[in-house]
Structures are given as C-alpha cells and as structure tokens.
C-alpha cells in the first residue's frame, strides 16, 4: 500500500506510463492529511501523473458529492464519468 511520499517516488521509478492509463487517488489520508490540510507532495505528483497522460480518478469512502467538493478544493477540475479531459470523482458509502 502506498501511503508516504517516497512510496510514491518508488512507484514512480517504476511506473511506464504506457501500461498504466487510470489511476484512483482517495482523498483521505492520501490527497489531505488527517486534520483534512492539503498534502501538497501528494496532489503534485498526482499532477504530473496527469501530464504523463494518466486518468486519474479521485475517490472517496465518504461518496461522491465528497470527492467532488475536496477535488476542487484542492484545485482540480471534476467531471462525470461521460465527459473527458477533467479529473473524475468517484465515491461510494
């Protein structure tokens, strides 16, 4: 499981971009700390997963509505599953 910043990196090192094009982000723990501040490292390389051409999914536990509001504010743009080209959030209670 990834939790740390240099989990992150680690996984980096080994990810191509070719073989993965979706990857789920939740917002708990792993986009916001647990007093729910922004982790900054976290959502910057989320960002560059983006310019590497990944879809990234933003998730929450606390459903979708949730990851919708913290998507934004963490400055992403959401968007439904039929649209393209912004951020989705998926979430489920």
């Known amino acids: 499981m990834i939790k740390t910043l240099k ?3 680690d996984c980096l090192k080994e990810l191509r971009t070719d073989d ?3 990857i789920a982000f939740d917002v708990d723990d792993t986009l916001t700390k647990a007093d729910d501040s922004p982790r900054y490292e ?5 960002h560059i997963l983006q310019q590497l ?4 999914v933003i998730w929450s536990s606390h459903g979708e509505d949730y ?5 934004t504010r ?4 959401y968007r439904s ?3 393209t080209g912004e951020t989705p959030c998926q979430g489920q209670r």
């Open 7 to 9: 989990d992150i990196r």
């Open 81 to 83: 599953a039929e649209k």
């Open 20 to 22: 993965y094009r979706l």
């Open 67 to 71: 990851a919708k509001t913290m998507a």
């Open 74 to 77: 963490l400055g992403f743009v």
């Open 42 to 46: 976290i959502i910057q390389i989320l």
């Open 53 to 56: 051409g990944c879809e990234i």
